[in-house]
């Protein structure tokens, strides 16, 4: 693009007819992909990382461990990926995605009313002054093990339902362990 510059990275500035900076806020920085020749053990920067990543994107079948590090460039090898899927395949995920979602609202709506069983249980035990904290952990301990009882047995009532139009009752039978899986 810019011959006789052998740099990856051009930075321009715009200046006015009259040869002033137009504006120190303003700058144009250039990154040439075709001149970045680094491989992955020769990279040392986060600008060579990000340089590779859009040099090689679409080669990859993975993020390499060197860009793993970056949050970002994991974010944006998955966005990347998205963009090659077709339409059956985002469909998929998205209902994947929704899924997972409502299991754990549903675990963590079991965890909730657990905590708020033990302290109700704990509460009406009403034990004498020496014996509050014992009573108090005791029912803690209960409150949580039906809390979570009642979750499991929540979360297994919702995957049934949602694989219940997808699947025979043997098949979701077995991956809730719930005997006849009628939702």
Request: hydrophobic residues 40%; charged residues 25%; aromatic residues 6%.
């Amino acid at each position: 693009m810019f011959r006789g510059h052998s740099e990856v990275m051009s930075r321009y500035k715009l200046r006015t007819e009259m040869g002033r900076d137009y504006s120190d806020d303003l700058e144009l920085i250039f990154a040439e992909l075709p001149k970045f020749t680094k491989t992955l053990d020769q990279l040392t920067t986060s600008l060579d990382n990000w340089l590779y990543f859009m040099c090689h994107a679409t080669e990859l079948d993975s993020v390499p461990a060197v860009l793993g590090q970056d949050p970002a460039i994991v974010h944006a090898f998955a966005i990347a990926d998205r963009a090659g899927w077709t339409e059956g395949e985002l469909h998929v995920q998205q209902n994947r995605e929704m899924f997972l979602g409502s299991l754990r609202r549903t675990l963590q709506g079991g965890n909730t009313r657990a905590v708020a069983e033990a302290r109700e249980e704990a509460m009406a035990q009403g034990l004498a002054e020496e014996g509050r904290e014992r009573g108090l952990e005791r029912g803690l301990e209960r409150g949580l093990e039906r809390g979570l009882e009642l979750g499991h047995t929540a979360a297994q009532q919702h995957i049934a339902r949602n694989l219940l139009a997808h699947l025979d009752d043997a098949v979701i039978a077995a991956a809730t362990g719930m005997a006849g899986a009628s939702g």
